[in-house]
Structure formats: structure tokens, C-alpha cells
């Protein structure tokens, strides 16, 4: 089975920048996507951005211009690249790679980083 490491999380300051890191160990296939989501206290997990293995990017609105998602194919590894942090980010941080077209084969999850924005 897949799993996933986590790195990158702490703490900055508003305006400040953190560059989050996910490795997978095991083999996630030729056709994937690997992704970032986040969790915050009381709400609901969301996506924050995605990659394909062909290199194609969705970014949810909130992160448009200021966070950056990129992946090493040779490394099976996912980054995100975080700038201009606002309060609003702060959350568990969690990393995915599923299959495609069928996410069936496929579904694995970081145990999360916690990113958190001060001021």
C-alpha cells in the first residue's frame, strides 16, 4: 500500500511563507493526481490545490496567485509552496494521491501538517 510523509508545517507570521513537502513510498501507478487539502477547526476538509502526473494544476480560489503546487514525478512527491500567508490558512495540512480515472484503485492520506498564521 501507499503511504504518505508529511513535511514542512510550523509557524510564521501574516505575510510569511512556508513550503510544504509529501512523499510517497510504494508505487501510486502512471496516471494520478496528488494533492494538498486542509482542515481548520470546526469546518470541513476542503481542497487547496491538485497535480496530475501529466503536470496539470486546480487551485481552489482562496490560494489563486499566492500558493504554488508542484510534484517530482522521480520522487513521487508533491510540494506546496505557500506565500503572502494570511490567518485564514491556518489548518491541518493534508496531503492525497488517488488514481485515475478510477480513484477506487487508489486513495491514500498524509496524517496531516499543521500550518499556523499569526497576527
Known amino acids: 500500500q501507499v503511504q504518505l510523509v508529511e513535511s514542512g508545517g510550523g509557524l510564521v507570521q501574516a505575510g510569511g511563507s512556508l513550503r510544504l513537502s509529501c512523499a510517497a513510498s510504494?508505487?501510486?501507478?502512471?496516471?494520478?493526481?496528488m494533492g494538498w487539502y486542509r482542515q481548520a477547526p470546526g469546518k470541513q476538509r476542503e481542497l487547496v490545490a491538485a497535480?496530475?502526473?501529466?503536470?496539470?494544476?486546480n487551485y481552489a480560489d482562496f490560494v489563486k496567485g499566492r500558493f504554488t503546487i508542484s510534484r517530482d514525478n522521480a520522487k513521487n512527491t508533491v510540494y506546496l509552496q505557500m506565500n503572502t500567508l494570511k490567518p485564514e490558512d491556518t489548518a491541518v495540512y493534508y496531503c492525497?494521491?488517488?488514481?485515475?480515472?478510477?480513484?477506487?484503485?487508489?486513495?491514500?492520506w498524509g496524517q496531516g501538517t499543521q500550518v499556523t498564521v499569526s497576527s
Open positions: 510504494g508505487s501510486i501507478g502512471s496516471l494520478n493526481v
Open positions: 497535480i496530475t502526473s501529466g503536470g496539470n494544476t
Open positions: 492525497n494521491v488517488r488514481a485515475t480515472p478510477l480513484i477506487g484503485l487508489l486513495n491514500s
